[in-house]
T-cell receptor, first 112, second 113 residues
Framework: DAGVIQSPRHEVTEMGQEVTLRCKPISGHNSLFWYRQTMMRGLELLIYFNNNVPIDDSGMPEDRFSAKMPNASFSTLKIQPSEPRDSAVYFC??????????FGEGSRLTVL | GENVEQHPSTLSVQEGDSAVIKCTYSDSASNYFPWYKQELGKGPQLIIDIRSNVGEKKDQRIAVTLNKTAKHFSLHITETQPEDSAVYFCAASMVTGGFKTIFGAGTRLFVKA
């Protein structure tokens, strides 16, 4: 059974470039979450969707960040323009009913 | 909003000893408290959870306790093994329509053989 699939696993880019991270949730799950993990701030909730609708985006750091969920099987997190302080591991997680979050393996972003 | 504090940040124990990780939360409306284990290069994975109407829950070598009055909850691992070495996160969730899970800062557990 496929888990949450994230791509790319690693991304190295230069400051100012656009970054797009992708997530495919577990089939049948109706909630999707984007988290950012850094040593300094731990696991921060950026945004979550329920039935493809953004419910709470209060964790999105600033206007450079945007997230979309055009259908139940795909979500993107975009950073434009990227900055060095955006370097982190970005996790996508999905859930259905039970409150348990199923995490992907993360996308490690390095902005030079 | 909810704030979850977790202690200690690092814990080193001898194989076979017990490990205890403690968390506090701020929002009395939180009613679900999961614990996740994260191994190197992986995403966090749920290991045990407790709801606000329960004071204690046990699953083999792992137990969680919850004190709603004090807003404290703890993870207890007995008879630790080297494979228990990982980062452990406590979290608090509020079930309101969708749900929102806020994590503690994590505890890096080392189990020495």
């Amino acid at each position: 059974d496929a888990g949450v699939i994230q791509s790319p696993r690693h991304e190295v880019t230069e400051m100012g470039q656009e970054v797009t991270l992708r997530c495919k949730p577990i089939s049948g799950h109706n909630s999707l979450f984007w988290y950012r993990q850094t040593m300094m701030r731990g696991l921060e909730l950026l945004i979550y969707f329920n039935n493809n609708v953004p419910i709470d985006d209060s964790g999105m750091p600033e206007d450079r960040f945007s997230a979309k969920m055009p259908n139940a099987s795909f979500s993107t997190l975009k950073i434009q323009p990227s900055e060095p302080r955006d370097s982190a591991v970005y996790f996508c997680a999905s859930s259905f009913g039970t409150l348990e979050l199923f995490f992907g393996e993360g996308s490690r972003l390095t902005v030079l | 909003g909810e704030n979850v504090e977790q202690h200690p940040s690092t814990l080193s124990v001898q194989e076979g000893d017990s490990a205890v990780i403690k968390c506090t939360y701020s929002d009395s409306a939180s009613n679900y408290f999961p614990w996740y284990k994260q191994e190197l290069g992986k995403g966090p994975q749920l290991i045990i959870d407790i709801r606000s109407n329960v004071g204690e829950k046990k699953d083999q070598r792992i137990a969680v306790t919850l004190n709603k009055t004090a807003k404290h909850f703890s993870l207890h691992i007995t008879e630790t093994q080297p494979e228990d070495s990982a980062v452990y996160f406590c979290a608090a969730s509020m079930v309101t329509g969708g749900f929102k899970t806020i994590f503690g800062a994590g505890t890096r557990l080392f189990v020495k053989a």
